[in-house]
């Protein structure tokens, strides 16, 4: 049996892991559960599921409060250094899945990444890892898509080319995003997913933070990643190879099918609750070239990861806290791009190769984005 932990236990991803894994309980030993601040959804999940670990900090103290059963509180560091886990699924949103994600792949734990945010903060420190032997599976829906594509291929490949749906906005009327509300953005054309990556999907922020994960995933050069607008979200994302060949991975919308294959790969298991796809009742695929003036965030986060250094974490971090702002209705929606701008600005960049360093971006970044919010307003 595979011992697991999901860290991020009680959002999107962390409840569809487990949606999986409750098809499949004689596959898998639930080591360690980690949830931050819904302690009813963590409890129930403990009550249910009995792991040997539980974690939860976002309330403070609160995590003693929770009934373990035979299980016993730990931290994120003690679960993924766990010598009974041997996958991390790591789902939790946001700057602060970094530091477990680096203590799993330094103790030689393998990790089902869907949290891009560490793999966009420190892609070199986490190249160099899988460099050395460390193993990080993409759960993300592009990049394991990028992945079932290079199953059995050698290395000759052209182009990756990520499929985005463009997000609720792709026809607005420029001139009406100004007033676009918290409510509207969370409206996903295809994908239910967590708050900040449903937002970030509207800005295409989130496009440009997979090709920056796909590029230190899959070690392609930034030229030679491109994203196509796919407003049915089945084609998940394509490989041109040299000859010319694409590969392209389709299925339905639905995020059980990536994470089933990184709990199982390199098998492939029939899951009765998946949905099938059945394209002669979609009729028709649509793909549009990406109007890049239409989305700011996805031109300046590109721009962040191709100057490098610790760019790419001001950039996440000055993203979360423009996004946790404009959830709370405390900054408009066109207002996300200049802040994160203005922060990207005034960032000294350090070279981004040790974990100090990027926490202190991260840190300052953070203060920054704050300080900026408040004196605008
Ligand atoms: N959802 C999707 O379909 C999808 C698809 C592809 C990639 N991803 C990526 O997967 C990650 C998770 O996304 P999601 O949609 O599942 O987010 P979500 O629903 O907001 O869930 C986030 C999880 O992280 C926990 N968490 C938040 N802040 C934390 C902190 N500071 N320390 C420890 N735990 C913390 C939350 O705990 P509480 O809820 O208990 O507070 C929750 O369990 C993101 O990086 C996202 O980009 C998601």
């Known amino acids: 049996m595979k011992g697991i932990a ?6 999107s991803i962390g409840r569809q892991t ?3 894994i409750r098809n499949f309980r004689h596959h898998f030993r639930l080591v360690g559960l980690a949830g931050w601040t819904n302690r009813s959804l963590l409890q129930q999940q403990l009550d249910e599921f009995q792991p040997d670990l539980a974690c939860c900090q976002g309330l403070e103290g609160e995590g003693a409060l929770l009934r373990l059963g035979k299980g016993r509180a730990a931290t994120l560091e003690e679960m993924v250094r766990d010598p009974r886990v041997d996958l991390v ?9 970094l530091v477990p994600t680096l203590q799993a792949l330094q103790g030689g734990v393998a990790v089902a990444l869907a949290s891009k945010e560490a793999i966009v903060m420190a892609g070199p420190l986490i190249a160099g890892l899988v460099g050395k032997g460390a193993t990080v599976l993409p759960v993300d829906s592009e990049p394991s898509a990028i992945w079932q594509c290079l199953q059995g291929e050698p290395r000759e490949v052209q182009r990756l080319i990520l499929t985005a749906s463009g997000g609720p906005f792709r026809s607005r009327p420029l001139g009406e995003l100004a007033f676009v509300t918290p409510k509207e953005a969370l409206e996903h054309p295809t ?10 999907s509207a800005t295409l922020m989130n496009k440009a933070l997979e090709v920056i994960e796909c590029h230190w995933m899959f070690g392609v050069p930034w030229e030679d990643i491109e994203v196509v607008v796919h407003p049915q979200s089945v084609v998940h994302s394509l490989v041109e190879f040299r000859d010319g060949s694409l590969k392209a991975q389709l299925g339905p919308p639905d995020m059980r099918l990536p994470l089933q294959y990184a709990l199982f790969y390199p098998q492939r298991v029939a899951n009765p609750k998946l949905e099938r796809l059945d394209l002669a009742r979609i009729g028709s695929l649509e793909f549009a070239p990406l109007e890049a003036g239409r989305y700011p965030c ?6 962040a990861a ?8 001001a950039l996440c971090a000055a993203d979360d806290v423009a996004v946790s702002l404009f959830l709370e209705g405390k900054l408009g929606y066109l207002d996300i791009p200049p802040l994160i701008q203005g922060v990207l600005d005034g960032h000294a960049s350090g070279d981004g ?8 971006a991260e840190a300052w970044a953070r203060r920054r984005a704050q300080e900026m919010a408040r004196t605008r307003t």
Request: net charge negative; glycine share 12%; charged share 20%.
């Open 89 to 97: 699924v790591m789902a939790i949103s946001g700057p602060s899945c």
């Open 298 to 303: 996805f031109t300046l986060a590109l721009e």
């Open 6 to 11: 999901i860290l991020g236990s009680t959002g």
């Open 191 to 200: 994908w239910r997913m967590g708050r900040k990556i449903t937002v970030d």
């Open 18 to 20: 487990l949606d999986v």
């Open 306 to 313: 191709r100057t490098g250094g610790t760019y790419p974490v």
């Open 353 to 360: 190769e040790s974990l100090n360093d990027i926490l202190e």
